[in-house]
């Protein structure tokens, strides 16, 4: 890597939350008139702590939940020494016989042993007790961790009844929305930040998120070692919990980590002097913790056993088929998560992901397999039938021996076999799945697009969005696994992590250290193929993959509304609401004579479309009266161009629709009891009379239910149309190209062939593409300093993707770009991120 020279500085002014002469601001308040919650040094743990309250839904709720996970690893270690020391298998097993004088039946308590019996063996089981020891000193720590928590989250529950006035009955009907901007109206009366006279809500996610950026960002960069390529598995990811916490303990909270407190970085870390001292001391110290975690394996995998065990153990016997259910899973929440992007929002975008995104997995049943699997469930069925009906005729049949056992086995077997056989009504579109998922996910790898029917698009989703039971199996690897990933393949990533954390790290006024990734500019961090062309004055280092910073960034304008953006995003985001309505504009009279026909066709669609409010708006405006809250509706949401989704983003902008939806309602800052119950809901088809007869919690609950709704579908609109247009430009820019070095002699030909292999065309690095018909992003592209092979960047001219039902050919976008730099070699600076 490059030696970097940059320095860690303060940021500037266009980064800045603060209002214009304020960014030095100290308030001072008269020492009589400070309130309880004036000038709080920790404003990171103390936001978290307010967060999590509203997340799990009050103090009492979050009290027995912590008290059970007390006595649930308790029970966990004493049941688990009960079974292996205090229990007699011969007499359970019938291999023994007991004498009885009373009755000839065999009860449970005649398996257990005596007290005194069952205390001397565990005595002279020497790793019971280091086991009892290692769980007793764990348990007594969580105790501690337990009342200290309990004494910080009463202040969080006096904070809500008296600063915020919310009581805790009412807290799990407010949406987190409401209670930010109640936290932002009362920092002028309680200053909580006395460095900022306001508060924005850009600074509560800061605070909330601000390791989380930093993980979101490494792993966009392609920093942390998740991915492998394996001999016989190929490109896998392996990231878990067990990692991802040693992650965390090695670079913000650890002892030794990289930041001295909760919101700074230590001081030695903001230079660029002593970098490869630096990179020592972190191998060094990513090595002993490595050492640490293979010392302790046995005992965390002993403990992942038995909590697995307990845990899954009721539900595949329940549900049999709960393990061939997917999930999205660490790796997938990581990669597919915006910049400042709170739990309960990534959760609930996923979540409606989540059906199209099994439908899309499912579409890739293998027909050989489909065969066996009908009939092996065909003769375990018949089998199972019968045992089921001699069980039916006399009870006694179960009273032989395995007769139980096999009935259990053959009703497993038949399950699983049934979850590869497809449903016979499917009908085979993965493009279009690809789309609805597109629409919930908002990310997505260029080299999908068009190969959504391939297995190497199916292979690299499903490492997204994988099995339940391969995540359970990981889990269970990790604590095997992770001590050789940290030893052998993050230690060799030292020097990068520690320019990284330098040269993406800034000082914000009033929040202190957060990630430069977090703030959304489009000039530091933009990239030119996602509509910041002219916009950023970013290199490939610093561009974000994925167009994240800008989709990042229409996010969070979306979910916080009254949030004022820095001025780049602002003209952002202006020019983007232009490009709709011009586009809206000249596409107005096609939609218009196109939906009638649409409308009439949507039992003829496959049943791959997302049952949501996002298939009305794709169709045109959209009316209050027309407002479906269950998503039933039956028009399929893919068959768009830029056009339509133009047609949508117009329909819900700020100067139509989605502004008059919000100030129909009563604001979200006053509280509920505040709420008139015979509020009207101007064109909206719900019904009146539960409106007026409800609860003011439950007006308050369905007012946000409708504009989370809205915004959640604005967002999604937002994601295709960026999507397709970042594609239009990709494409034009290749054609460009392509027509350039058909034009050339030999010698510019070679010489343009060079310069394509250095290159970085729009494309993930994250998921890099072993496929032939489309453009290899060159090594370039990613932030780490190389030496480009040409190689690499040898392709074939990329092919036309399928296109979708109802996609129309929309021409190519006509802008060009300014030829973006060469990657320099190992001798050359890294780009200044800072502009001083």
Known sequence: MAHFE???QRLEASYSDSPPGEENLLVHV????????????????????????????????????????????????????????????DILFANKSV????????????????????????????????????SGVFWLHRLVKFIYNICCYFEIRSFYI??????????????????????????????????????????????????????????????????FRLPVLGDTVFYTRGLKYNFELIFFWGPGSLFENEWSLKPEYKRGGNRLELADRLSSRILWIGIANLLLCPVILIWQILYAFFSYTEVIKREPGSLGARCWSLYGRFYLRHFNELDHELMSRLSKG????????????????????????????????????????????????????????????????????????????????????????????????????????????????????????????????????????????????????????VDVVGVGDTCSFAQMDVRQHGHPAWMSAGKTEASIYQQAEDGKTELSLMHFAITNPHWQPPRESTHFISLLKEKVHREATGAQQGVTGENQALTSTNSLHCDSEPRSLVANLLLGPPSLASL????????????????????????????????HLRSSYPSARLPPHEHSSARVMTGSSTDARTISSGSSAWEGQLTSMILSEYASTEMSIHALYMHEMHKQQSRGELSRHTWHRQESDESSESVNEDFEAGRSFPRSSTFPSTATTHHERAPSQRHHHRASDPAA???QVQRSPRVPMGWSEDRQMGRHHEPVPEEGSEDELPPNIQKV
């Not at 998503?631 to 629709?657: D, K, Q, W, Y």
């Open 793 to 795: 960047g040898s392709s």
């Open 162 to 227: 008296n600063a915020l006035k919310v009581s805790m009955a009412d807290l799990p009907y407010f949406t987190w929305q409401e209670v930010q901007a109640r936290i932002v109206e009362i920092q002028k009366e309680h200053q909580i930040c006395i460095h900022k006279k306001e508060l924005t809500e850009l600074d509560i996610y800061h605070r909330i998120l601000r390791f989380k950026n930093y993980m979101v960002a490494m792993v966009n960069k392609s920093l942390l070692p998740v991915r």
């Open 6 to 8: 940059t320095e860690y």
């Open 354 to 505: 989540y059906k199209a995104s099994s439908k899309y997995m499912n579409c890739f049943m293998s027909p050989l397999l489909t065969v066996v699997a009908k009939n092996v469930a065909f003769f375990a069925g018949s089998i199972l039938a019968v045992l089921i009906a001699l069980t039916i005729y006399d009870e006694d049949v179960l009273a032989v021996e395995h007769v139980l056992t096999s009935i259990t086995l053959l009703g497993v077997c038949v399950t699983v076999c049934r979850s590869f056989i497809p449903d016979q009504h499917m009908v085979f579109c993965p493009e279009q799945l690809l789309k609805v998922i597109l629409a919930h996910i908002h990310y997505m790898p260029d080299h999908w697009q068009g190969n959504a029917h391939r297995y190497e698009t199916r292979d690299e989703f499903a490492q997204l969005f994988q099995y339940k039971a391969v995540f359970i199996l990981e889990e269970l690897l990790s604590p095997v696994v992770t001590p050789f990933i940290l030893i052998f393949c993050l230690r060799r990533k030292s020097l990068e992590i520690i320019d990284f954390f330098r040269n993406f790290t």
């Open 628 to 659: 479906h809250l269950a998503r039933e509706t039956s028009i399929h949401p893919v068959s768009i161009g830029v056009s339509e989704p133009a047609l949508g983003l117009r329909s819900l902008s700020p100067v139509s629709t989605s502004l």
């Open 99 to 134: 004498i009885h004088t009373d009755s000839s039946k065999v009860t449970l308590p005649d398996a257990f042993l005596p007290p005194d019996v069952c205390s001397a063996r565990i005595r002279h089981n020497v790793p019971v007790i280091f086991i009892l020891i290692i």
């Open 30 to 89: 008269p020492e009589g008139s400070k309130s309880p919650w004036h000038h709080i040094e920790n404003l990171d743990l103390f936001f978290q702590r307010v967060y999590n309250l509203h997340q799990k839904n009050g103090f009492t709720c979050m009290l027995l939940g912590e008290i059970f996970e007390l006595v649930q690893l308790v029970f966990v270690v004493a049941f688990t020494v009960f079974l292996a020391n205090c229990v007699d298998y």
